[in-house]
């Protein structure tokens, strides 16, 4: 079994209040838990109303899938309109 939790940071300029910003992140949120088998969560940057950080998880039997998963999810980010991938961390665990 394997777990991958993927960090990620946006810059969101054409925010200009926290109402902005949460309509973006919960747009994304819910665009990745409709298309993809992952939790998502915003994990930092709460009070900022023009940056972001959420984290997406997934649990899978295959690395390679879990990898191809989580670059789908990138390619799909950077094309986002409102939101700018200014960052990616990634991690996997075996158990």
């Known amino acids: 079994m394997w777990v991958v939790a993927m ?17 973006v992140i919960k ?12 939790a998502v969560a915003e994990t930092d940057h709460q009070d900022a109303w023009d940056r972001a950080e959420i984290g997406v998880a997934a649990v899978g039997g295959d690395k390679r899938f879990l990898n191809m998963m989580m670059d789908g999810i990138l390619s799909r980010l950077r094309r986002h ?3 700018i991938l200014a960052g990616e961390e ?3 665990f075996g158990f």
């Open 90 to 92: 990634r991690e996997y």
């Open 81 to 83: 309109p409102e939101a």
């Open 7 to 23: 960090k990620l940071r946006f810059a969101v300029p054409g925010s200009h209040s926290l109402k902005d910003k949460r309509r």
């Open 27 to 38: 747009s994304i949120r819910e665009k990745l838990t409709n298309d993809y088998p992952v």
